[in-house]
């Protein structure tokens, strides 16, 4: 889809982490863009992730689920849409151990509704069924774990997923790929490593051992801590959705990625030493957060406790992101570190969002997973 067209896209999921980060950067490069967001605001769908936009009328919203067809025909038609950017899912791996069905039926059946809608209101109209493109989110879990020495995953590895997360992710991305393979629909996948950056639910491994560090509550560590991930910035995994999208080629598979692998524990006391640090150059901080050990001095690491592991736990995820830097040229521009720093500034800089979090579902959340509010 080459950019001479405006496009006028749906945002599935667009109220969630990387699904919001992923609307204001597009609002910002293609301000004359028409964005429409479905989400239904499950507890990870967060509307303050948006406000900006919305207070701005910049973009519409819709509150719905991609399970509901004729919503998404509705919508695809009444805007005349061309492109969807798909990231609604269910999106975490312990809450998909205790319960899958909600991670089938959003991932798997959500996506081929979404499918089905696109197919309908796309190529049965000649307007618009040679200039279209269904963009479908997925991550690297799918491929499976790698062992310490193993290559990397490509575009063709294998899938072998191992949690009913990953499992649900391959399923729908086969579905993606069946419907460009059998109707022609105009599709892309993107395969992506472990994000992080503003608006990232704290249940989630960055976001919770941050906010635990400012609050005095212990971080869990799975395991052993040396399970590794491979970590990008979420604005450079729009900035590769966007390339794919706007040079991508139809019907390929793009792996996203920045050759940042980490174990947890590196990855845990990087983040202890920024926080420590943040506190050390604004002493105002201290007061903000007495709990904090970074406060009185003993060091965030000191919360850093060893929990029992995660049932199946992959050992290491690693992108082999070679097909995206030399055919579209793409670079991230943040080393973990920037991206970290950032990270905690912008909770920092936006306690009122993350309170509201934490008061809410996520409080729930650690309740059912550790058995008491921590
Ligand atoms: P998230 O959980 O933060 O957000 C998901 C959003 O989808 C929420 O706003 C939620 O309300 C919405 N949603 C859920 N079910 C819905 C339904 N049935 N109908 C409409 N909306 C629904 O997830 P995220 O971390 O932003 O992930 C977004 C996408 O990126 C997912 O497809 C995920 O698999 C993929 N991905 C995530 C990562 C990561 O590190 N977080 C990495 C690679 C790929
Ligand atoms: O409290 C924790 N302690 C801990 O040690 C949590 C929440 C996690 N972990 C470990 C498990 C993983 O090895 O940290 C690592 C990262 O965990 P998560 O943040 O839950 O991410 P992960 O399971 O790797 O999956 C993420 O990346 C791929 C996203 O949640 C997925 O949506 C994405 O597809």
Redesign the pocket.
């Known amino acids: 889809m080459a950019r001479q067209h405006k496009s006028r896209l749906l945002v ?9 980060n992923f609307v204001h950067y597009w609002a910002k490069k293609y301000p004359q863009d028409r964005i429409v967001v ?9 509307l303050q992730n948006l406000q900006a936009l919305l207070e701005q009328d910049r973009i519409r919203f819709v509150k ?4 509901d067809q004729a919503l998404v025909e509705s919508i695809l038609t009444e805007e005349a849409l061309n492109l969807i950017v ?7 791996v312990d809450r998909s151990i205790l319960g899958p069905d ?1 991670f089938l ?3 798997i059946q ?1 996506t081929h509704s979404m499918l089905k809608a696109a197919r309908k209101v796309w190529l049965e109209n000649p307007v618009v069924r040679d200039h279209h493109r269904f963009h479908h ?5 799918v491929y499976g774990s790698l062992g310490a020495t193993d290559p990397a995953f490509t575009e063709t590895t294998p899938y072998a997923p191992n949690s009913p ?1 990953a499992a649900s ?1 391959a399923a729908s991305d086969h579905l993606v790929r069946a419907y460009h393979h059998t109707y022609g629909l105009e599709v892309t996948t993107s ?6 950056g503003p ?3 704290p249940e ?1 491994l960055i976001p919770l051992a941050l906010l635990h560090m400012l609050l005095g509550k212990s971080v869990p560590i799975y395991g052993d801590g040396l399970n590794i991930r491979d970590w990008l910035f979420v604005e450079d ?1 729009c900035r590769g959705i966007e390339l794919v999208i706007t040079e991508g080629n139809v019907g390929d598979t793009y792996n996203i990625g920045g050759n940042c692998e980490r174990t947890n524990i590196d990855l845990i006391q990087t983040l202890c030493n920024l926080v420590d640090q943040a506190f050390q150059a604004k002493p105002e901080l201290a007061q903000k957060y007495p709990d904090s050990p970074s406060a009185t001095g003993s060091g965030a690491a000191s919360l850093i406790r060893y929990v029992k592991d995660r049932p199946g736990h992959d050992r290491r995820y690693a992108i082999d992101a070679r097909k995206i830097f030399h055919e579209l040229g793409y670079r991230p521009t943040h080393s973990l570190e920037t991206g970290l720093a950032q990270t905690v500034h912008w909770y920092l800089d936006n306690e009122s969002w993350w309170k509201a979090v934490m008061d809410g579902s996520y409080s729930r959340w650690m309740d059912q997973q550790y058995g008491t509010a921590k």
């Open positions: 599935t999921g667009g109220a969630g982490f990387i699904g919001s479905l989400d239904a605001l499950t507890y990870a769908g967060n719905g689920d991609i399970c798909h990231f609604a899912a269910e999106s975490h909600a039926e959003t991932n959500g989110v997925s991550t690297d879990e997360y992710k395969n992506c490593s472990n994000n992080y608006y990232h639910f989630k995994h």
